[in-house]
């Protein structure tokens, strides 16, 4: 899911994605990219989708899900205080897997 100005950037994101080859190698299905114009529509795509985990790099967005989402990850370069039991948080994706020191 991607935050987008307009249809036309929407459309520009795909192409990137499909130039990049991610539907073809990278197994990502195209019909399954969502954009949405503001934090509110992430924040009901999120909840109406009801993901076992959520990423996020928006302390706001991850503090509204809490209480709705089994398990968020808080991607940020500067560690906060836990918003909830299930918010974690990260620097990045990978130092959050164990794959970065």
């Given amino acids: 899911m991607e935050?987008?100005?307009?249809?036309?950037?929407?459309e520009r994101v795909l192409l990137a994605l499909?130039?990049?080859?991610?539907?073809t190698s990278g197994g990502l299905n195209?019909?399954?990219?969502?954009?949405?114009s503001t934090e509110n529509g992430r924040i009901s795509f999120v909840r109406q989708l009801e993901p076992d985990w959520h990423i996020d790099t928006n302390?706001?967005?991850i503090h509204q899900l809490a209480r709705f989402i089994k398990y968020q990850l808080h991607i940020s370069p500067t560690r906060i205080e836990r918003?909830?039991?299930?918010?974690?948080?990260?620097?990045?994706?990978?130092?959050?897997f164990g794959i970065l020191d």
């Fill in 3 to 10: 935050r987008v100005l307009d249809d036309e950037s929407g």
């Fill in 18 to 23: 499909k130039d990049a080859g991610l539907f």
């Fill in 30 to 36: 195209s019909e399954k990219v969502l954009f949405c």
């Fill in 59 to 61: 302390p706001d967005i």
């Fill in 83 to 96: 918003a909830a039991p299930n918010v974690f948080s990260a620097t990045c994706l990978e130092h959050f």
